[in-house]
């Protein structure tokens, strides 16, 4: 693609033709504050916050394309007051219990409010009095309206990522909000609880509802399936703390499904079975691997031997590896069964 010269706040940048203001300024380690554009996502040009002047006029800079000898400003006194009044109006309406959100410090209100100089006292006599409900009703996800800016980065995630549209923009005025079908609470909804709009979600908005910072990350594979997505393990006190999809893995670029997302409390469960147990009497006892695997081996030839190979049947797990679902089939058939399966199938 054709490369192109611009002068961004006196600076000369030989960029991609085709890129916007933003990316070319982000690119270049330079700082124009943004809330509705991701990354990953179409531009959607809504909150204004990243304005600037190219050639003279005030455009968002996440929407525009560069062009050849192009002249921007990004910190010019009238940026910096249109900026300042998209943020301050933003803010207004947003909760203001900031040490008490899960997104303290990972905020990018609170990030481009510091950078244009919002005073929080000014606003206070603005503020609405009314706390929004907060949609609890789902079983992984928190959504708090009272932090919602609008921005639509969920809306678009579900969109174009996730595909499901499971929320949009509803009411109007004041009103406005993001709201599922009917404005269902979300575990009502046909929302797929991937995640994905939390993840993106640049304020305490979606938050997950279990998870805590962790204090460490574990690069790994995820086991729920055999796609392999990478992911990493937030660990706290020797706990798993919360999941992240790995951006830099082939496989899934970083996106997760709910199950590899938020399904780790099994992990540290009480309930969960660290040691083969055999009924004895009625009742289980704990019993050693050698144990276990020697009854099942007897119970396998006692079957084989008075119903014949066809009786026998094995369901392999997907938590398995790949090496070890084929070893299980090579067991299976080496008793003259052909009726083996495994639950990693999408
Ligand atoms: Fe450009 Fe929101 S980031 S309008």
Redesign the pocket.
Known sequence: MKKIQLFVDGRELTVLEGKTI?EAALENGIYVP????HPDLE?????????VEANGALV????APVADGMVVKTDSSLVNRVRHLAVELLAVNHHEDCLACGKNYDCKLQEVAQYVGVDPNRLKRFKAQEMQPVDDSHPFIIRDYNKCIL?GICVRTCDEIVCVEAIDYSFRGYAEKISTLGDKPLQDSNCTSCGECVVRCPVGALLPRKGVKPAYEVKTICTYCGCGCGIYLGVRDGQIAGVRGDRESDVNEGELCVKGRFGFSFVNHPDRLTVPLIKRNGKFEEASWDEALDLVAAKFLEVQAKYGPDSLGGLSSARATNEDNYLFQKLLRSTGSNSVDCCARL
């Open positions: 933003l943004h809330l509705c554009h531009p959607a040009g809504i909150c204004r916050v990243c304005v968002p800079s996440c929407r921005c």
